[in-house]
Nanobody
Framework: VQLQASGGGLVQAGDSLRLSCAAS????????MGWFRQAPGKEREFVAH????????SYADSVKGRFTISRDNAKNTVYLQMNSLKSEDTAVYYC?????????????????WGQGTLVTVSS
């Protein structure tokens, strides 16, 4: 099982980016998926998660209303649309496959992790 995150880059405050996470292997369609991020010198933190069919989502308060998580099970891909980016959104973003069908805010509930993609927001 592999998760490949992409779409990061350098943008200005107020810009948008869309991250993608492509999954290979048998895991994906039945698993909740999540996005986490880790800024320099900080612990990895929850950003968003989505249930296996996409009907349930959850967001960290810091991104609610600006970020949208979605998935396309036919393409084995989960997305994170990030709008109105702020300098504090600068981090390496990781996608992960959950042990459950609904996802979680806890890193311990995820079995597989992508390699991360760097998002840098300049103010």
């Amino acid at each position: 099982v592999q998760l490949q995150a992409s779409g990061g880059g350098l943008v200005q405050a107020g810009d948008s980016l869309r991250l993608s996470c492509a999954a290979s292997g048998r895991i994906f369609s039945n698993n909740g998926m999540g996005w986490f991020r880790q800024a320099p010198g900080k612990e990895r933190e929850f950003v968003a998660h989505i249930s296996w069919r996409g009907g349930s989502t959850s967001y960290a308060d810091s991104v609610k209303g600006r970020f949208t998580i979605s998935r396309d099970n036919a393409k084995n891909t989960v997305y994170l649309q990030m709008n109105s980016l702020k300098s504090e959104d600068t981090a390496v973003y990781y996608c992960a496959a959950a042990r459950s069908s609904y996802g979680s805010r806890e890193t311990s509930q995820y079995s597989y992790w992508g390699q991360g993609t760097l998002v840098t927001v300049s103010s």
